[in-house]
Each structure stands twice: as structure tokens, then as C-alpha cells.
């Protein structure tokens, strides 16, 4: 593997000395950018684009020739897990992601298919492969998954939901079934992410979308508790680096001290938490990630520059900050305001960072 030419994200995320504050963008690879757009149309569909490790390098790449980001992340979706257990995944158009099956009953359970991320998903090992080599240590290679409780959600409702009305519908009134397929589904990440670790990924996201729709109570049960779970079986170095482990639960800032406490070694959070308030809690036992609203990229360029400025003035000076959006962009965003967005991370950083 090629020697990392630009560590800067890595170490800000192990909380080292860094000259700026990093920068890459939740989704940075998608509908926004016109050249990925082509790209998915040659594809046929967003899944074939997912399956074809070179197309699936190309639109990883496509953000880094316009923006100098400080990380790549793998092109591919949250719901490959689930698809591998064989639920059908297939997407309308207008609709998001659909299953063609859904799990609700132990039998439903019972006849999913047992796993191996290394031959079942082998053609996401196989874009991470393509993709560090492409990369040439110019930045490091983010892979992912989703929470088991995320994707337990799509599962157990057949696609995205309003109000999780079936996912909740078993939690609380049949747990242990609950906990059977959480169980099922924390491992099998782990397996997915220790493999994108042995493929060449060099840090890892958690991304836990719905597990804000939870109680307090519900949330240590039936989201965190799982992806500490996670977190305890993953490789934890790789290519004698350390492989840092972020978490993102959208809608979480609630629970910061406690998502800290998972293993962790960063936290992302969204634009709903103040990411000084963050730090002041949590930020002296991890890194944090975030947090511009996505929505600010419709903005002006100087309204853009003024608010990135307002969060980096809100977390102060040191290390162990990645700045990030506090979702991913959004889609009609003029690619011309995410140059605005990097330019002012990178320019505005630098004093936050010097003695």
C-alpha cells in the first residue's frame, strides 16, 4: 500500500497536531456534481453503480479532482448488508430504498442468509481495493456501515418511514425479537467493516441515521449498546495505523457522553448541537465531526464563509476537530458553493492551529 501523503484527517481524529482543520463532506460523492451524474447514467442504476468497482471509483474520486478534501469515502450505500441477507433491495424512483422482503416475525428471521462480507460482499471489498490503489496515499479511504438499528429500521419497514411505526412496534413489544435481529446485524457489520479494513479502508464511519427517533432508554438498548458491540470486534490497527472509528447518530446530541463512551474515536454530530457545547462535554476523550448545516450551501459564498467561521470560533483552538456538514449534501447544491465551503475551512483554519 502507498505511503499516506496527506494524514492530516487521521491525526486530527486521534486528536495530533494538524497545520488546519480537515475537511471532507458527508455524500461528497453524489447528484450534486454533474460528472457523477453521467457516470451513474452509464451505470443503468444507482445499484449497478454501487456493484461496479471501477464506476464505483470513478464517482469516489470525482469530489477530489475539484476539491482538495482531506479524506475519500467509499462510494457505496448503507443498505448492502441488508441486500447480502437477501431482503431484495431495489430503489423507486422518488421513493428511496425499498425491500421486497421484510423481517418481522422470528420466521422472517430465520430465513435470511448467513453472510461472509469477504465472498457475499465481495464487490465492495474489491472497489475499496481499486480505489486505494488509485488513490496513491494521496488522502486516506473512509469505509462504512450502517447501524444496526438503521438498518433493522429499513428492514423491518420495507423502506424509509415516518413515523418507524413497525420497527417501534417490535421494539417495545417483542425485545427479545428485537435484540435477535440487532444481534444478527451487529455482527455481520463487523464482519463487513473488519473487511473493508483488510481490503484497505483506513477509517471507519458508523452511520446510525435513525437512531435519534429513540427514547433515551431505547437508544442505549437498542442502538448504542449494538454498535459498542461493533466497535469491540473491529481491527483497531491496520498497516501499523492506528483505524480510527467514527460515529454519527443523527439527531444524537442528546447522548453525547454516552456515544463517547462507546469505543469511539470520533463523534459526529449535527447542526442541531453547538459544536462548542460539544466539546466543552465531550471533546477532551474524543474528536468531533461536523456540523454546517447542509442546507447553508444554498446560501451565499459569503454567508458560507461567515458561518464556517462561526464554527471554527466555536470550537477554539487545538486539534480534534474533522470539519464536515451535519448531514450529507444535498442534492441541487452549485458545486461552485462547495469551493466557497473548502476554501473558507481551509483559509480560516490555519489560526486555530498555530501556538
Request: aromatic share 8%; net charge negative.
Amino acid at each position: 500500500m502507498s505511503e499516506l501523503k496527506n494524514d492530516r484527517f487521521i491525526r486530527a481524529l486521534l486528536r495530533q497536531p494538524v497545520d488546519r482543520t480537515p475537511i471532507w463532506m458527508m455524500r461528497q460523492a453524489g447528484r450534486y456534481l454533474p460528472e457523477y451524474r453521467a457516470t451513474r447514467q452509464r451505470a443503468g442504476s444507482f445499484l449497478d453503480l454501487c456493484k461496479n468497482e471501477e464506476l464505483a471509483c470513478e464517482v469516489t474520486l470525482q469530489p477530489l479532482r475539484r476539491y482538495p478534501m482531506d479524506a475519500a469515502i467509499l462510494f457505496s450505500d448503507i443498505l448492502t448488508v441488508p441486500d447480502a441477507l437477501g431482503l431484495g433491495l431495489y430503489f423507486e424512483e422518488g421513493e428511496g430504498p425499498r425491500f421486497r422482503k421484510t423481517v418481522r416475525t422470528e420466521k422472517d428471521l430465520a430465513a435470511l442468509n448467513s453472510i461472509s462480507a469477504e465472498d457475499d460482499l465481495s464487490y465492495v471489498m474489491s472497489a475499496v481495493r481499486t480505489i486505494r490503489r488509485e488513490l496513491g496515499g494521496q488522502v486516506p479511504l473512509i469505509g462504512f456501515s450502517g447501524s444496526p438499528w438503521t438498518l433493522a429500521s429499513y428492514m423491518v419497514e420495507g423502506g424509509s418511514s415516518k413515523d418507524f411505526r413497525h420497527i417501534k412496534t417490535m421494539a417495545y413489544d417483542q425485545p427479545e425479537l428485537m435484540h435477535h435481529l440487532l444481534s444478527l446485524l451487529a455482527d455481520a457489520v463487523a464482519d463487513y467493516l473488519g473487511a473493508q479494513v483488510r481490503a484497505g479502508a483506513q477509517v471507519l464511519q458508523i452511520f446510525d441515521t435513525w437512531g435519534g427517533v429513540l427514547s433515551a432508554a431505547g437508544y442505549e438498548e437498542f442502538s448504542l449498546a449494538y454498535m459498542q458491540r461493533i466497535i469491540s470486534q473491529i481491527p483497531g490497527e491496520a498497516d501499523g495505523r492506528p483505524v480510527p472509528v467514527i460515529v454519527f447518530t443523527k439527531n444524537g446530541g442528546q447522548w453525547l457522553p454516552a456515544i463517547a463512551d462507546s469505543g469511539a474515536t470520533a463523534v459526529g454530530i449535527d447542526w442541531t448541537t453547538d459544536i462548542g457545547v460539544a466539546r466543552a462535554c465531550i471533546g477532551s476523550s474524543v474528536a468531533l465531526q461536523g456540523n454546517m448545516d447542509p442546507s447553508m450551501l444554498f446560501a451565499s459564498p459569503a454567508r458560507i464563509r461567515q458561518e464556517v467561521a462561526t464554527i471554527l470560533a466555536s470550537f477554539g483552538h487545538g486539534s480534534g476537530h474533522v470539519f464536515n456538514l451535519g448531514h450529507g449534501i444535498t442534492p441541487g447544491v452549485d458545486p461552485d458553493n462547495v469551493t466557497a465551503f473548502v476554501d473558507a475551512v481551509q483559509e480560516l483554519s490555519v489560526k486555530y492551529h498555530q501556538d
